[in-house]
């Protein structure tokens, strides 16, 4: 069953940046992606992530910046069981059913644990702006906001081929 579990697993990454400007306005840019694969076979996680910087002078006594950051994480959960299973059982008994072993019957076949679905998706989004008077030479009035936003959602689908999935007769949840 070793072989049907593993892999060799890899990783991509990619990487774009603009940065420039002027004398009055300063930019940058820039988007990442990650892609790796786990040595588990369904379990990897990504990354996608972009990034915006801007500072304007509109005169000499006013200006005003942007500064956002956006990134998206996903994981393929996958249960770990492999490393308590005894790597000589087979993978189906006479039946075509996983091959549960008789003296750990509370651990699952490792190959069953392939079936089980579990995926979650992280949003993230934090940004801010600020404005900046200089009325006097000696005086500077500044307003800033800032947010950060977070969302998470988590799907799992245990079929009832499993031995989780077995005990709780075929189980899906979704939470955010």
Sequence with gaps: ??????????????????????EKTRYLASVNYMDQEGIVKNNGVSRFSARLNLDQELSKYVSFGLTATYSQNKYDNVPLGAI???????????EGN????????????????????????????????????????ELEVKLQLGADRSFQKRSSYLPKTTLQGANKNGRADISQ
């Design 84 to 94: 308590q299973s005894n790597p000589t059982i087979p993978i189906y008994d006479s």
């Design 1 to 22: 069953w070793l072989d049907a579990v593993m892999r060799n697993g890899y990783t991509q990454q990619h990487n774009l940046s603009v940065n420039g400007g002027t």
């Design 98 to 137: 996983y091959f549960i072993d008789p003296k750990r019957p509370f651990v699952a076949n490792p190959v069953s644990l392939l079936e089980i679905k579990d995926n979650t998706v992280k949003d993230r989004l934090i940004g801010s702006a600020f404005v900046s008077v200089k009325p006097l030479k």
